[in-house]
């Protein structure tokens, strides 16, 4: 719900947040990591940050989120860059 929120309601700020994050492994591994801290309560994200999140791990992967593994034909900038 919070990413279809920020969709609607700040789709330009979203659209600039989604241009920061590098689609490598370990970019995608750092954000899993800090998806997982939020779902665990250890720390809460902003929803900026969260929709940012959620939309990057979930169009690099296989699986949903912090519990999937990444695709490797997203792990190319300019195929990634065809999402935004």
């Known amino acids: 719900m919070n990413y279809w929120k920020i969709q609607i309601e700040e789709p330009e700020l979203l659209y600039e947040k989604l241009k920061e994050p590098k689609p490598t492994k370990e970019t995608f591994n750092n954000v899993e990591g800090i998806l997982k801290e939020h779902w665990e309560g250890k720390i809460k994200l902003d929803p900026i940050t969260l929709a940012t999140y959620f939309f990057f ?28």
């Open 57 to 84: 791990t979930w169009n690099l992967s296989y699986g949903p989120g912090f519990l999937s593994w990444t695709s490797e034909i997203y792990l190319n900038e300019k195929k990634y860059k065809k999402n935004d």
